[in-house]
């Protein structure tokens, strides 16, 4: 099992900075890729980008520039740095876990609200 927690959420005006971190405890061994998602009100939850054991990334086109994702492996630990927010990146933001058996894991969502 693993367990994830999300912080750093909030509000900013649109061009700003935020930055999220997920926070993994238990079976971090098995992890093999963690990502963000998020989900909008009246929208699908969709992939934001995600982060190999290897330190390989990958983005939606939507974010691709804007928004990277880090890691410290010593801490557990996965960051998403968001740069020029704009009003249609508020979402709930939500950190995923995946095993190596293709078990899924996710955080309890953050909210991150930007403002025109």
């Known amino acids: 099992q693993v367990q994830l927690v999300e912080s750093g959420g909030g509000l900013v005006q649109a061009g700003g900075s935020l930055r999220l971190s997920c926070a993994a405890s238990?079976?971090?061994?098995?992890?093999?890729?963690m990502g963000w998602y998020r989900q909008a009100p009246g929208r699908q939850r969709e992939l934001v980008g995600i982060?190999?054991?290897?330190?390989?990334?990958n983005y939606a086109d939507s974010v691709n520039g804007r928004f990277t994702i880090s890691r410290d492996n010593a801490k557990n630990t996965v960051y998403l740095q968001m740069n020029s927010l704009k009003p249609e990146d508020t979402a709930v933001y939500y950190c995923?876990?995946?095993?190596?058996?293709?078990?899924?894991?996710w955080g309890q969502g953050t909210q991150v609200t930007v403002s025109s």
């Open positions: 995923n876990a995946q095993s190596y058996h293709l078990d899924n894991y």
């Open positions: 238990g079976s971090t061994f098995s992890i093999a890729v």
């Open positions: 982060i190999t054991s290897g330190g390989r990334t």
